[in-house]
């Protein structure tokens, strides 16, 4: 039973930090690629940033320079570190395991406001 569980989200000022942390389990964590998505209301669902097996990324345009995925295996975690954040940022952000994604976490809300 594949589960994804995220942490860390809550309401920032722009110019702000927050790292989004995903708990997995059930399926072999080293060997798979871990992502992160985006939804906002009204707009397509955005991939965000992806990280490989052996630790290669990549970023949405929108986010490079800024965010930063990363991937801790013996604690069967994956982290998005978000600074600089704008108000084009909120969003539920989901946790998914796979590329194409097979399993989705329940998502976590960031929002950024003044």
């Not at 991939?47 to 604690?75: E, H, M």
């Amino acid at each position: 039973q594949v589960q994804l569980v995220e942490s860390g989200g809550g309401l920032v000022q722009p110019g702000g930090s927050l790292r989004l942390s995903c708990a997995a389990s059930g399926f072999i964590f080293p060997i798979s690629f871990m992502g992160w998505y985006r939804q906002t209301p009204g707009k397509e669902r955005e991939l965000v940033a992806v990280i490989t097996d052996g630790g290669t990324t990549n970023y949405a345009d929108s986010v490079k320079g800024r965010f930063t995925i990363s991937r801790d295996n013996a604690k069967g975690t994956v982290y998005l570190q978000m600074n600089s954040l704008k108000p084009e940022d909120t969003a539920v952000y989901y946790c998914v395991r796979g590329s194409p994604p097979r399993n989705w976490g329940q998502g976590t809300q960031v929002t950024v406001s003044s």
